[in-house]
């Protein structure tokens, strides 16, 4: 894929898909959005710019490594549901807490688990997708 057009549209693509991703998750406890779905437009973003590019091209635009990811999101995810055992409640039974007027919980942490874990996933494929 040696598009002109698709490498040059594709590094216009990245921030923003990356910022909207963002947008996404900050949101998605309290509105539609969350983990889920930002994590899967950071990997397209990430996909589309990788493509016409290559292997090196990921691994020069990403901070970690995709497999790192994965297990940074699976761990982030369980460790958000040990709060409610220590109040002896059931596991994942979220906690809040409020720093000035905005609300944080563990929700939020489950939430950007589930993003890192939907990023290393589709990324750790495209990775072995792109070195072949």
Do not use: C
């Not at 994590?39 to 290559?54: D, E, V």
């Not at 901070?63 to 549901?81: C, E, M, N, V």
């Not at 890192?116 to 070195?131: C, H, P, Q, Y």
Request: glycine share 14%.
């Amino acid at each position: 894929m040696n598009s002109v057009v698709f490498k040059v549209g594709s590094s216009v693509v990245l921030p923003f898909a990356l910022l909207l991703s963002l947008y996404l998750l900050w949101r998605g406890h309290n509105e539609p959005g969350g983990g889920f779905i930002g994590g899967l437009i950071a990997a397209a973003g990430y996909a589309s710019y990788a493509l016409p590019r290559g292997y090196a091209a990921l691994k020069r635009v990403l901070p970690i490594d995709a497999l790192q990811l994965l297990a940074l999101g699976l761990g982030a995810a369980l460790i958000s549901g040990l709060p409610g055992l220590q109040g002896s409640l059931a596991y994942l039974t979220h906690a809040w807490t409020e720093v000035g007027t905005i609300a944080l919980g563990t929700t939020l942490l489950f939430d950007i688990g589930v993003y890192l874990t939907v990023l290393g996933a589709i990324l750790t494929f495209l990775s072995f997708f792109l070195e072949q």
